[in-house]
């Protein structure tokens, strides 16, 4: 193991244990389903189940079918409130694997099957910290899709389910598993940059992210062929709406939408490449600006976070209605990280400060010299093996299923994308989404792991 990567794993039990107050309780999270699970051998076959068989369901099963040959997987089960969803993701099973999977309404039922040793959950937003903590508890590992909670205590639940159980669980933000942002990681821990007091992220799109006016799901579907009660999982309760049903990211009661979907990603990243967990203050603002639809969730977005042990100020940007000039920079005294495009960008520069290149953004001119006088680190980091690479890679990421698939084996190692992380940047988005629908700054007491309107006391 990398001596980088040794030191994460003593920094995410040096943070488990204190930074973020990490207390686990027994009461509540009872193991008696654990009996269903099976112990994993080396060369044992995995079995995955698939609950909430949506559109980022289908991404997960293409992820699997990756490393079905060489990390020795399979499918057995799909699980849907919704028959049609059950059964095209049970089609779509057959046609990938040319296996047929049991199909289950209710995750219970599922989750009793002795030969499923693992769950990929692709549910709602609102839906993941309730679900993962049910999974655990039934003895199955688990890959949970981001954010992990929308919900602190929800977060808290989740979190005390995982530390209570002995199962392995990566979060969906898989960017923490890629080369590329690896190499990003390890050039910012190695000081190159000097003291980072920076980091910006400006990630964009121009569409109704989120709405289709003529969603074909929200015409086929009708009330008696799901379970709509079910589907609220404890939210207050409001007719049937496949709107809300099927574009849960715009609603408020069930996502923060951009904080949610999007800065869960970012500031995840902005943990990994720095070694620090949950923001200690939070301000954003924003609006529906460009799409007045159905929507209750801005389409244009920026937060501003502080995080005061490593003086550290951190932007997050989006908006929807106008995609240009996506990048990510990472501010040092010594050196700047620069990415061209936004999630899981491959296009890193880096900048030593010493060079003084004028123009801000538009360093191509200054650059030239700088390459034809034989400097190549600007473009390639060549030291750290990190070539000039793509500005879009597709977020089915082989790499961070396979890390789950490796802890899963071997279960003494801690998975990228662990519980930890996840607790992380859902604390981050959650912060994020109540300062900008209160209108306040906002705080986080560490001690009590609550998020206040007033500074907290060290």
Not at 143 to 151: F, Q, S, T
Not at 165 to 187: E, L, T
């Amino acid at each position: 193991m990398a001596k980088s990567e040794l030191s994460r794993r003593k920094f995410i039990g040096k943070t488990a244990a204190g930074l973020v107050g990490v207390a686990v309780s027994s009461s509540g999270t009872s193991m008696g389903a654990a009996s269903y699970s099976r112990i994993i051998g080396a060369n044992d076959r995995i079995n995955i189940g698939f609950l909430g068989c949506g559109s980022r369901s289908s991404d997960h099963q293409r992820m699997v079918k990756t490393s079905e040959k060489d990390k020795n997987i399979g499918v057995v089960a799909v699980c849907d409130i919704w028959k049609l969803n059950k059964e095209k993701a049970a089609a779509n099973c057959k046609k990938l694997f040319g296996t047929d999977v049991k199909q289950f309404k209710y995750s219970e039922e599922m989750l009793i099957m002795p030969e499923l040793d693992a769950v990929m959950i692709g549910t709602g937003d609102f839906q993941h910290a309730k679900i993962l903590a049910e999974v655990v508890k039934a003895g199955k590992d688990c890959y949970c899709e981001k954010p992990m909670a929308i919900d602190v205590e929800e977060a808290k639940l989740a979190r005390s389910a995982v530390l209570a159980s002995k199962q392995v669980v990566q979060c969906g933000s898989q960017w923490v598993s890629d080369p590329v942002q690896k190499k990003v990681r390890d050039i910012v821990l190695s000081g190159k940059l000097g003291q980072i007091t920076k980091i910006e992220q400006v990630w964009n799109d121009n569409g109704p992210r989120w709405h289709v006016p003529n969603d074909p799901d929200v015409a086929a579907i009708r009330e008696e062929d799901t379970d709509w009660n079910r589907w609220l999982l404890g939210k207050p309760y409001v007719p049937f709406d496949p709107w809300k049903y099927f574009e849960f990211r715009i609603f408020r009661d069930y996502s923060g939408g951009i904080t949610s979907q999007w800065m869960s990603h970012a500031a995840g990243l902005v943990h990994f490449y720095t070694n620090t967990a949950i923001p200690d203050s939070m301000v954003a603002n924003g609006g529906i600006f460009g799409w007045p639809d159905i929507r209750q969730n801005p389409d244009t977005f920026q937060a501003l976070a502080t995080y005061d042990d490593a003086k550290l100020l951190y932007s997050y940007t989006s908006n929807y209605a106008n995609k240009f000039g996506d990048y990510t920079c990472i501010r040092g005294k010594d050196g700047t990280l620069f990415s061209h495009g936004g999630e899981g960008s491959a296009r890193w520069f880096f900048i030593p400060e010493h060079l003084n290149l004028t123009g801000g953004f538009d360093f191509y001119e200054g650059m030239k010299e700088t390459i034809n006088k034989g400097k190549a680190e600007i473009v390639t980091c060549e030291e750290y093996g990190m070539k000039l690479g793509p500005v879009y890679l597709s977020d089915e990421n082989k790499y961070h299923l396979d890390n789950w698939i490796d802890c899963m084996r071997n279960r003494s190692v801690v998975p990228n994308g662990n519980i930890h992380t996840g607790f992380w940047h859902s604390i981050a988005t959650i912060m994020a989404t109540r300062a900008y629908r209160e209108g306040k700054k906002l705080y986080l007491d560490r001690t009590k792991e609550e998020i206040v309107d007033h500074p907290v006391a060290v």
